[in-house]
């Protein structure tokens, strides 16, 4: 590295103050990324927040209105998409029914006047690569939705690109096919080197798989962190309620700034919010995994009040597999959701008094976010 010049290797793609808009409507607004070679980084948020656009981009599907985007260091603005050094893959594969698996990968080489031998070698590799070489000569429709994402893999695959952008290509596979491909698919990247760009709404698929994850919302990147970060320490709480789970509880922020004031007591977090003045509406977000639940009585019905506990009616208990949930009904305006690991769930009944508490360290405080 020379100075602060970023160097921008093969596989790295800058985007740097793109904007698109679709007449009055904006996709993406003033955003820029960063992605390093050989990174696996999601794009994740809610259906219209602009990931597939900021993905055609890339691709050279679309064209931005203002910015500017650099594959391996190369302004790709004009490029047609044929000459990028990406690929996609799409969640409908598209691949061609009256070819054979073969002449599916091999299409894109034959088009560029690639010689035959080198075809039949790196369609070979390509097929091995998804472990798909004895399918070869099968047609396309013979194959079920797993086999047919491997082969529009394949396909991306053998064009060897330094960047292969993926939008929801596991989004048509049953859910424990799903997860296997994840599996699979972070391995692949990591063994190749090339750089993933990965567009989910499926945050359990972000954050199995990412190094890094864009968090979008309306356009624009809300949070760009690691998976540990952004469910452990998320920028907002629109990031917060879109990773993983919360409760969120509404209340004034007290003078000390390190907690609220609500209608059921006093909800402390370790982090306080200097920027957020006292007496403001904020809120606290609590993960249930982190909410612990038990009867009452073993709390002592007349316990003193504390901090960071909530006293309530069970309602709801339902057996998720690995954990148990319990929904709480606390006063007429809040339900807390707890969530504990089966074997040592505690055995409650609907009707039980319990009480929810949590440690202070779990309580992340938020400004009030209407869209959250
Ligand atoms: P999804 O998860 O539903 O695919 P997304 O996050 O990928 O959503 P985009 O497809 O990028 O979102 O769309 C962003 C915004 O741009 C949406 O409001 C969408 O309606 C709009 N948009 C996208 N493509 C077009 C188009 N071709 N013409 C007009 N508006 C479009």
Request: with cysteine; glycine share 8%; net charge negative.
């Amino acid at each position: 590295r020379t100075g602060t010049d970023p160097v921008e290797g093969p596989g790295a793609v800058v985007l740097d103050g793109v904007t698109k808009h679709y007449g009055e409507a904006t996709a993406v607004r003033e955003m820029s990324l960063s992605i390093e070679p050989g990174e696996f980084i999601s794009l994740l948020g809610p259906s219209g927040c602009g990931k597939t656009t900021t993905l055609r981009m890339i691709a050279g599907f679309e064209q931005p209105d203002a910015g500017d985007i650099r594959v391996s260091g190369r302004s790709v603005l004009g490029v047609p998409a044929y000459r990028r050094d990406v690929n996609t893959v799409f969640q409908a594969y598209a691949l061609f029914p009256h070819m054979s698996v073969a002449e599916n990968v091999a299409y894109g080489l034959q088009q560029r006047r690639t010689p035959k031998a080198e075809i039949r070698e790196r369609v070979a590799s390509a097929l091995d690569l998804v472990q798909m070489r004895r399918f070869a000569d099968r047609k396309s429709t013979q194959l079920s939705g797993g086999q047919q994402q491997r082969i529009a893999l394949a396909r991306a695959l053998v064009n060897r690109p330094s960047v292969l952008l993926l939008d929801e290509p596991l989004g048509a596979l049953d859910r424990q096919l799903r997860e296997e491909m994840q599996l699979e698919l972070k391995l692949l990247q990591s063994r190749l080197g090339i750089t993933f760009v990965f567009v989910t709404h499926d945050q359990g698929e972000a954050l199995s798989m990412s190094d890094r994850i864009a968090i979008m919302r309306d356009g624009r990147i809300e949070q760009l962190a690691d998976a540990d970060t952004v469910y452990a320490r998320p920028s907002s709480a629109y990031v917060a309620a879109f990773v993983g789970q919360q409760n969120f509880i509404e209340g004034a922020l007290t003078a000390s700034r390190d907690g609220i004031a609500t209608a059921h007591g006093i909800v402390q977090a370790t982090t306080a919010r200097p920027d957020l003045p006292a007496g403001s509406v904020a809120q606290a977000a609590i993960r249930p995994e982190f909410v612990e639940v038990a009867d009452a009585s073993a709390a002592g019905e007349d316990a003193p009040t504390r901090p960071n506990l909530v006293r309530g009616t069970l309602i709801g208990v339902s057996h998720l597999g690995e954990t148990m949930q319990y929904l709480v009904r606390v006063g007429d305006d809040l339900s807390v959701i707890a969530r504990r690991p089966t074997p040592d769930a505690p055995r409650l009944a609907v009707g039980d008094e319990v009480v929810c508490s949590w440690r202070t360290e779990s309580v992340q405080l938020f400004a009030l976010d209407a869209a959250a």
